[in-house]
């Protein structure tokens, strides 16, 4: 069902507390190199600021594994955010207690004020019902933002949102749910998924559910030479999983009644080591020798996969062909990412699903050329498998109340 949206809700003169994912890298100093998850969380902090809200905003920030540490503080992300907002900001270093509850009291109306990492208590992962009501008791209606942690239920995500009976969704994960929702459940056809990564573990509930959603399923990445061990072929010292070789072999002989194409390389890029320096070289599926490494899809299967990816009306793309963080070897991830931001140009719609998709399209500079970039990576991908994600069935759907 629809679910309730922040812009559905009166929010003058009460306290949000809203949970967003301010899970910025910092470099040695501190300092924050990339605040994409800042600026995508601005549209809903500026819009109850404006509206005479007293913001009570939340996060986790690393894994400091429930205890404090000083090194993964957001008190660099206070910093950012007072720098983009012209509304006060304070910052608490702490996320519960009284002189918390004292200082959230103490926010006047367009005010707003950031907790202290989240996981510096245990309780949070824990998704501990103690924890969640003392962060309860620093609002008076929740709001979740922070899609990237939805698939986790934890006392900031599912926990604290038991205690309130306004539970909306921020401007993001409303977008995130919108464009991720339209492509599983009503996608203009042809849908072709592009699934690539090192390892096949994560993706295979992925593959077997697009498999009953899609037309075209391409499978690239690591996770292709367990698809090719499993059928016999040699794979060299490239990555294998051999528990998941049945499974393979199972997805590839089962097409009776299946109306998807399931897809995979017919060439590959191989090399001695994982190092620029190594020397490569292009062969068939069928021709990897046993000393040597894949590390990337070959030009044959770059053509293949451009073909499908141009006829496709909704395209999915989550995981590169090959290990892409080495310029020799991201070729495959480089044409593929290329052909899928072609087909916005089109008239497509084209969804990247977090993760090093993002941080390689990122990398190009083209991340406007896509349909939607998701800022959830484990998250978008547990959506697209159709499983429910807790930080989403927390929320208030729309027929619940009339606020």
């Avoid at 995130?176 to 096949?200: H, M, Q, T, Y």
Wanted: charged share 30%; proline share 5%.
């Amino acid at each position: 069902m629809k679910k309730l949206s922040i812009r559905d809700c009166d929010v003058k003169g009460k306290r949000v507390l809203a949970r967003f994912d301010f899970n910025v890298p910092l470099d040695s100093d501190k300092n924050i190199t990339d605040d994409t998850r800042i600026q995508e969380a601005l549209p809903t902090i500026r819009n109850i600021l404006d509206r005479g809200g007293r913001l009570v905003m939340m996060s986790h920030l690393g894994r400091p594994r429930g205890q404090r540490d000083p090194e993964l503080s957001l008190s660099p992300v206070a910093f950012r955010l007072g720098e983009l907002l012209p509304n006060p900001l304070r910052f608490v270093e702490d996320c519960v207690g009284p002189e918390v509850e004292k200082k959230t009291a103490e926010l006047r109306e367009g005010e707003c004020l950031l907790l202290e990492n989240l996981r510096f208590y245990p309780g949070e992962e824990e998704n501990d019902p103690r924890f969640a009501k003392r962060l309860a008791a620093l609002g008076d209606m929740y709001v979740n933002d922070a899609f990237g942690t939805a698939h986790r239920a934890h006392a900031s995500t599912a926990g604290v949102a038991d205690c309130f009976d306004v539970r909306a969704a921020g401007f993001l994960m409303e977008k995130e749910l919108k464009a991720l929702g339209s492509a599983l459940d009503d996608p203009r056809r042809p849908f072709v998924a592009v699934l690539g990564g090192a390892k096949i573990k994560g993706k295979i509930n992925l593959i077997q559910s697009l498999l009953d959603r899609v037309d075209v399923l391409l499978v690239g990445g690591g996770m292709m030479y367990t698809f090719f061990k499993s059928s016999g072929l040699e794979t060299g010292r490239s990555i294998v999983d051999g528990a998941f070789l049945d499974l393979c072999r199972g997805l590839m002989e089962k097409k009776a009644g299946r109306q998807s194409r399931l897809l995979l390389p017919v060439d590959t890029i191989i090399a001695r080591e994982i190092d620029d320096a190594s020397p490569t070289r292009e062969v068939s599926i069928a021709d990897i020798p046993e000393d040597w490494i894949g590390v990337d899809i070959g030009p044959k299967t770059v053509s293949l996969f451009k073909s499908e990816i141009a006829k496709a009306r909704t395209v999915f793309w989550n995981g590169p062909m090959g290990v892409f963080e080495k310029p020799n070897f991201a070729e495959g991830t480089k044409a593929v990412a290329r052909a899928v931001a072609d087909g916005k140009t089109r008239g497509a719609t084209t969804i990247v699903g977090g993760g090093d998709s993002v941080a390689a399209i990122n990398l190009m500079g083209i991340a406007d050329r896509f349909s939607h970039v998701s800022t959830g990576g484990g998250a978008s991908l547990e959506f697209m498998e159709g499983r429910p994600l807790p930080g989403v069935e927390a929320l208030c759907d729309v027929a619940e109340a009339s606020l």
